[in-house]
T-cell receptor, first 114, second 113 residues
Framework: DGGITQSPKYLFRKEGQNVTLSCEQN?????MYWYRQDPGQGLRLIYY???????QKGDIAEGYSVSREKKESFPLTVTSAQKNPTAFYLC?????????????FGDGTRLSIL | DQQVKQNSPSLSVQEGRISILNCDYT??????FLWYKKYPAEGPTFLISISSIKDKNEDGRFTVFLNKSAKHLSLHIVPSQPGDSAVYFC????????????FGRGTSLIVHP
């Protein structure tokens, strides 16, 4: 049963702490993405990766970091430099980086500040 | 500067009637458009798409219309069902470097029984 798994579903961060959100896919997709959703906002792109060991900044990459060491995994680290991290984070994948390919999304991680 | 705009934050319709969700875009490089549906606390799921070489694409109760000259597309749901109640996102992408989809802010559809 193929899909994208994000964990944890809920995450709490203390001030000055880095936290890492997990994203795993078993769809054999080349491209993976991280989005942030705030209330009343669309999906804003944080980072994307079209191939292993390569990734690109999106529109709001400041305060975030990623890695793509394996095809199936694309973890996102929210660093202490991200001053407003409270949001709903969505990971997605697509067969390739072509815009015509629909993205498959995980069920998200909600991050809150303690 | 929003390149993909969904100007109606919410829409309420009666079960069995038509739902029309609108989306406008500004980037003339966009040539592929997708609609996603999102339930609370879940990720969006792909619904339907349309290429700029077409002006209509239909899939069951869902039809997307594209007016390139007006840079406007719409999603029609006929007949609307209570299970259609969700947030609908319009996304646009293109060749020539703008292939990463740009999403609108979404429209919350409520279908009343």
């Amino acid at each position: 049963d193929g899909g994208i798994t994000q964990s944890p579903k809920y995450l709490f961060r203390k001030e000055g702490q880095n936290v890492t959100l997990s994203c795993e896919q078993n769809l054999n997709h080349d491209a993976m993405y991280w989005y942030r959703q705030d209330p009343g906002q669309g999906l804003r792109l944080i980072y994307y990766s079209q191939i292993v060991n390569d990734f690109q900044k999106g529109d709001i990459a400041e305060g975030y970091s990623v890695s793509r060491e394996k095809k199936e995994s694309f973890p996102l680290t929210v660093t202490s430099a991200q001053k407003n991290p409270t949001a709903f984070y969505l990971c997605a994948s697509s067969i390739s980086g072509q815009g015509s390919q629909p993205q498959h999304f995980g069920d998200g991680t909600r991050l809150s500040i303690l | 500067d929003q390149q993909v705009k969904q100007n109606s934050p919410s829409l309420s319709v009666q079960e069995g009637r038509i739902s029309i969700l609108n989306c406008d875009y500004t980037n003339s490089m966009f040539d592929y458009f997708l609609w996603y549906k999102k339930y609370p606390a879940e990720g969006p799921t792909f619904l339907i798409s349309i290429s700029s070489i077409k002006d209509k694409n239909e899939d069951g109760r869902f039809t997307v219309f594209l007016n390139k000259s007006a840079k406007h597309l719409s999603l029609h749901i006929v007949p609307s069902q209570p299970g259609d109640s969700a947030v609908y996102f319009c996304a646009a992408s293109g060749t020539g470097g703008s292939y990463i989809p740009t999403f609108g802010r979404g429209t919350s559809l409520i279908v009343h029984p």
